[in-house]
C-alpha cells in the first residue's frame, strides 16, 4: 500500500511517452531492473483482525476501500506482468503495513481484478541516491531514442496552458488545454475545407499535430508527425488525453521553453 503523502507517482502510459518506448517495453525492463511498480485498483479489500476471547479464536472483518491509494505489486504479479499481455488479472498486492507487522494478528485480502498499462504506477523522485542504476540506464536510453521523443509536443500543451492562464488568472484544467488544441486544428481543417489557406498556428507552429480527438471521445488521443527537411516523415506517434494531467503537473515544476 501507497499512502505517503510525500511521495509523486507517473502513469506507466506517461513514461513510456516521454521515453519512446511502448508502455509494454518500459514496463518489462522496469521489471527487469526490480523497480516497484504500483496498482490502481477499484474495488474493497477485507482486514480480518483475529482476536483470542476465553480461549477462542475470534475473527472481525473490516471493509477497506482499495480507491484511497495505489498498492505495490509484489513479485510474483510482476512476474506473470512480464510475461503475459493485458487485461493482467491480479489477485495480490504488497499488504498494508500493519499486516506486514503482525501477520498472525491481521490478514488482508480481495478480490482479484483485472486491470491494463493505464492503471499502473512508478515513485518518481528526484533523489539521486534512489534507483541509480535505473536512473543511469534510463539515462542512456533517452540518448539512444534521440529525436524519437517529441519535445515539441509538451511545447504544444505548454503553450495551450500559459494562454489560457494568462486569459483566465488560474491554472486551466487539461480538458480545456486539449479542447483549445483540438479547435484550433479543428478550425484549420474547416478552412483548408474551403479551400482556403488558413493561418498559422498558435499552439502547434510548426505542425506537428496531424489528427486530434475531442476530449468527448472514448480514450481521445492525437497523432503527430516529425518532417525532415526533405519533406519525409523522421518520426511519428501518438499521444493519448490520459497522459496530460501528469504532463501539466511535471510542466508546471519543469517549464520548457517556448
Known amino acids: 500500500m501507497s499512502d505517503d503523502p510525500k511521495r509523486t507517482y507517473i502513469s506507466l502510459s506517461e513514461l513510456a511517452e516521454d521515453y519512446g518506448k511502448t508502455p509494454l517495453n518500459y514496463l518489462r525492463k522496469s521489471i527487469r531492473l ?47 506482468m512480464r510475461i503475459d499481455t493485458p487485461p493482467w488479472h491480479i489477485i495480490s498486492v504488497v499488504p498494508p503495513d500493519i499486516v506486514k507487522k503482525n501477520q498472525k494478528h491481521y490478514q488482508f485480502q480481495f478480490q482479484g481484478e483485472f486491470i491494463n498499462e493505464n492503471d499502473l504506477f512508478f515513485v518518481w523522485t528526484t533523489n539521486k541516491t534512489v534507483n541509480q542504476k535505473t536512473e543511469k540506464t534510463e539515462h542512456r536510453a533517452i540518448k539512444k531514442i534521440g ?29 480545456k488545454v486539449w479542447d483549445i488544441i483540438h479547435d484550433e486544428v479543428r478550425a484549420e481543417q474547416m478552412i483548408k475545407d474551403d479551400y482556403k489557406i488558413p493561418p498559422k498556428r498558435t499552439y502547434d507552429p ?36 490520459g497522459s496530460l494531467p501528469s504532463l501539466l503537473w511535471r510542466l508546471k515544476n519543469n517549464p520548457p521553453k517556448v
Open 206 to 241: 510548426h505542425d506537428h499535430i496531424e489528427i486530434i480527438d475531442s476530449v468527448n471521445v472514448p480514450k481521445p488521443k492525437l497523432q503527430w508527425l516529425i518532417h525532415g527537411s526533405d519533406s519525409r516523415i523522421n518520426a511519428q506517434g501518438s499521444y493519448g488525453f
Open 34 to 80: 526490480q523497480r516497484a511498480i504500483f496498482v490502481r485498483l477499484k474495488g474493497q479489500g477485507t482486514l480480518t483482525i483475529f482476536d483470542e476471547i476465553d480461549g477462542q479464536a475470534i475473527a472481525n472483518f473490516m471493509k477497506m476501500d482499495l480507491k484511497n491509494q495505489l498498492w505495490e505489486l509484489p513479485n510474483s504479479e510482476l512476474e506473470k
Open 147 to 175: 529525436k524519437q521523443s517529441n519535445k515539441e509536443l509538451h511545447r504544444i500543451f505548454w503553450r495551450a496552458f500559459t494562454s489560457l492562464r494568462d486569459e483566465h488568472g488560474f491554472d486551466p484544467k487539461s480538458k
